[in-house]
């Protein structure tokens, strides 16, 4: 099982335990996509700026984060034209209206409070890869693979 | 989904739309399906004060008026609408189409199946996907 494309999933969370929560969730529902953990928005930001990394298929965001929280990574995200394609889901434990709202009014593409019981946190993950296998993903990383494609070729 | 209000069909084909309120009966979705035939005529609904805003927006590409491209450039732009999640449910495999959309970043872009049983099973990924999410609250 995999999302839609073979990127890996950027995870931005600066709990390790909740990391490793997702990352375990993600083997057992076998998908194969691989998972980059940056522990903030600013390390997120730098990794998604960076050309030699490979850009995500979707990105899992915790809001509740020390130097740069969740609405202000988004922000700026959503605010940048080689970013803003890239959907991302909010993953937290605020059920705060506010952060709802603010996360909604900033496009993001689904709100998930995280359950803390891991069988329904599972599920909730299976449910994420689910919908984002079934969705179509912008394909940001044409150039990369015509590059790839041309590198082989000079081979 | 998530919550009781009803939810946005954005297509002109009748048949299709047909197909979609069949899907969700099957399914057992309760929410109520509004359906409005053309970008034009959504932006007309959501703008009504009088009629209930919707939990999603259902979002055809190809139509008579206003395409669903041009709604979304309107929608994201209003402070009002910009919150309501849409996802495109469209035919076009075009990958314009696809960048265009998360461009102006819709939630979801589902290539209609054309066989009966993969389409409900697609809507039923959509309602599951949608009743795991919180949705903004304003708007009642």
Redesign the interface.
Known sequence: MKMRNSKPILLVEDDSVDAMTVKRALKDLKVTNQLVRSANGEEALVYLRNDTNSSPCVILLDLNMPRMGGIEFLKIA?AD?KL????V?VLTTS?D?RD??E???L???????KPVDYKKFTE?IR??E??WT???????E?EHNYENIQADTAR | MRTSKPILLVEDDNVDAMTVQRALKDLKVANQLVVQANGEEALLYLRNKADRMPCVILLDLNMPKMGGIEFLKIA?AD?ML????V?VLTTS?S?RD??E???L???????KPTDYQKFVE?IR??N??WT???????GG
């Open positions: 959503k034209d803003r394609k890239i959907p889901i059920r209206d709802k709202v996360s909604f009014q496009s993001v593409a689904g709100y998930i409070v909730a449910i994420i689910l919908y079934l969705s179509e993903l912008p394909d940001t044409q | 994201k402070e910009k919150t309501i999640p996802v495999k990958d696809k960048v959309s998360f461009d970043c819709v939630a979801g872009y589902i290539i697609a990924t959509v599951l996907y795991l999410s919180e949705l903004p609250t304003n």
